[in-house]
């Protein structure tokens, strides 16, 4: 008679070799062909499930279980190493449950608590080991299955940052140091850029791009590409004396010309350690290399021999993963809409996932020449990306994945608010609608672009009070907002009396914006924030800068011919000269500050601002630099000398910490201000 508890079984063998299939499989795609179907947070799924059915039913493991091994086969073709000493694979902690979990396990295998932990980032690229011998590096190789792996010792030869030789008094005759070969989001970029330029198929993601490049066969391919090497750990020695530690082993390593990552950090209680990982899943996104977790590991190393392992995995780390930035999810269609300067703009609409947290429907697909590069098509199975507070995107599709049923994307001919028929200049990424006047998407994104916090900053017309004014033609373009009486605004739907006078009120109040937030607010294209500050100051008043050739255009500093030329098409419509001269009748003011033409204390000095300021908006914080005399960078170059760094500052702090410019916090920066009497 089957019972209950026999059904429980059977269920869970089939599942738990259901998932030791789909785990395998996804093994291969991954460490052998490097060509993954489905992204690190979904593989984490499938091992931790896996490995709950193997703790409820322990008589289901077997020693080539996916939980009880390391990676994938070695491949042949480039040589086969031995592992003298097993590269282990890390167990995952998703929450600070898992991680107190974690903590409490090996302190009741210590017998204590009271040991110190090092936190490391966790970098997203490929693991390797290195041998030297007589300080010569010697042998290098992949992880493979964790007992063998694939002999790169040429590839890794190429990586500059892999020291050739290293010498130092009572160093081990031989030695492994371990390490993850990655490459860098600025390295990465630009490949896929030049890639683009020949014509080639693009990378998905720099661990891809990474692993693809260290396991050619051809090490002049290899030498191509932007690759980078973190040293995180000393695997195994023989002769000589090493640190009794792992912070004091990643110190001599460093000694010994290895590089190891600066971000490491030392703590001796289990609640810092939790500290740091918040903080770092925070501000993953500054780092100019990606990271998918921190490493935890306990200091000692005597307790890493007391703790042990566990099938694949040492009881003394852990790793703790940040949510997942990546999916895979189904790509139903790709729509477009109109932007409001006319650009059609392309966007997947997708099978909804989740993505860290945020259940994502839409993502960005830039431009059609972006679809074409990337091959996608309507029905794919495709990576989706998102990153901080970044509008998701798509990244691929996964190709393996396709049934034939999928459709090329056809760009659209008309505009699809207006059915005019589209343009595309030569040289440009987008197609555009032409009409400027009467396209009902570009009238409703040029106001809501119009009233603005970085533009007129009108307080309390967005988007639907927008759309509502259109929809009931009390307004048909930006000046319209400057005749309106409250008794119209009354005509709306939940509009009531205070409400009106408070928009009244706050259009008033921005009758007095200074010049470039009018130019900003106008929508020209090409124009931002910073270009139409340029402008004010240069010109000082609308008139000068609508009577201005090309030429006296491109002459002011940092402005170029395709700026000039679309500034100055701008002023020669009928229609954008109507618009100016109804501002004007409604009040707006029509010059710049008279503070952005004086000299000033920070005269001299070029700023950037990355990252959420507490007390500013960007264009607030830029117009309160220029007011001091200073002047507002939109990127990092050489001439920057001040980086002011807010919350989630992005890839422009790797940029300014390489050329050594000066970094200013949201307080100091604060300070700053406060010291010339600008607040």
């Given at each position: ?130 041998e030297y011998r007589e300080g010569q590096f010697a042998v ?228 059609e020449d972006d679809i074409k590069r990337k091959g996608v ?303």
């Open positions: 008679m089957t019972t209950d508890i026999d059904q429980e079984l059977q269920g869970a063998k089939l599942r738990v070799e259901e998932l030791r299939a789909q785990i395998s499989y996804h093994d291969y795609r991954y460490h052998v062909l490097d060509q993954p179907e489905i992204s690190d947070g979904e593989y984490d799924e499938l091992m931790r499930e896996l490995r709950a059915l193997e703790e409820r039913h322990a008589q289901l493991i077997v020693p080539d279980s996916p939980t009880q091994r390391v990676g994938g086969e070695p491949v042949a073709a480039f040589g086969i190493v031995e592992h003298p000493a097993p590269l282990l694979s890390l167990a995952n902690a998703f929450n600070e449950e898992e991680l107190l979990a974690w903590h409490k396990r090996a302190a009741s295998l210590a017998g204590t608590d009271q040991f110190a932990m090092v936190c490391e980032p966790k970098i997203d690229g490929l693991a390797v080991a290195l290098g190789s992949t992880r493979g299955d964790g007992s063998r792996g694939e002999n790169i010792t040429q590839n890794l030869r190429t990586i500059r940052s892999i020291p050739q030789r290293v010498s130092n008094a009572g160093i081990p005759q031989r030695f492994e140091v371990r390490g993850e070969v990655f490459m860098t989001k600025a390295g990465f970029e630009r490949m896929n850029e030049q890639r683009a330029d020949r014509g080639e198929p693009l990378f998905a993601n720099p661990r891809n791009s990474a692993a693809g490049a260290v396991r050619q066969l051809d090490p002049r391919i290899t030498a191509e590409r932007p690759l980078d090497c973190f040293i995180y750990a000393l695997g195994w020695a023989e002769g000589g004396s090493v640190p009794p530690s792992h912070h004091e082993t990643l110190d001599w390593l460093s000694k010994l010309g290895f590089q190891t990552n600066a971000d490491a950090e030392r703590y001796k209680s289990v609640r810092k350690v939790w500290q740091h990982c918040q903080r770092w899943a925070e501000k993953r996104d500054t780092l100019d290399y990606e990271i998918d977790g921190i490493v935890v590991k306990i200091d000692d190393l005597a307790l890493h021999e007391r703790l042990g392992v566990v099938g694949r995995e040492p009881r003394w780390a852990i790793a703790f993963k940040f949510p997942p930035t990546q999916r895979t999810t189904k790509l139903l269609d790709i729509r477009v809409n109109v932007g409001r300067t006319g650009s059609i703009n392309p966007f997947a609409v997708l099978e909804p996932v989740n993505i860290g947290g945020v259940v994502v429907k839409m993502a960005t697909l830039h431009n098509r309507i029905g794919d199975t495709v990576i989706v990306q998102r990153a901080g507070d970044v509008i998701p995107q798509v990244v691929g599709p996964v190709v393996s994945k396709r049934t034939g049923k999928e459709k090329q994307f056809r760009p659209k001919r008309v505009c699809p608010s207006c059915k005019t028929k589209l343009v595309r200049q030569e040289g440009e990424a987008m197609r555009y609608c032409p009409n400027r006047t009467t396209c009902p998407a570009q009238t409703l994104g040029l106001l809501t672009h119009f009233v603005s916090r970085g533009a007129m900053d009108i307080d309390g017309v967005g988007e639907q009070l927008a759309d509502a004014l259109l929809q009931a033609q009390l307004v048909a373009d930006p000046a319209g907002l400057y005749t309106l009486t409250k008794d119209q605004l009354l005509t709306l739907d939940r509009m009531a009396e205070k409400s009106a006078q408070n928009v009244l009120d706050a259009i008033d109040a921005s009758r007095q914006r200074p010049l470039d937030r009018l130019l900003f607010g106008l929508g020209i294209r090409h124009v931002g924030s910073e270009t139409a500050a340029l402008l004010a100051q240069h010109f000082g008043d609308m008139e000068s800068l609508a009577s201005a050739s090309v030429d006296e255009l491109a002459a002011v500093p940092s402005i170029g011919p395709i700026v000039a030329e679309s500034v100055h098409g701008y002023f020669q419509r009928k229609e954008s000269r109507g618009l100016i001269l109804k501002l004007r009748r409604g009040g707006v003011r029509m010059d710049a500050d008279a503070t952005a033409e004086r000299a000033g204390p920070l005269s001299g000095q070029t700023f950037v601002i990355s990252g959420t300021l507490a007390a500013f908006s960007r264009p607030e914080a830029e117009a309160l630099i220029r007011s001091l005399g200073g002047a507002t960078g939109s990127s990092v170059t050489k001439a920057t000398d001040f980086l002011v760094t807010g919350e989630r500052p992005g890839s422009k702090l790797a940029k300014a910490q390489r050329y050594g410019t000066a970094l200013l916090t949201d307080e100091e920066f604060m300070a700053l201000l406060r010291e010339h009497g600008a607040v």
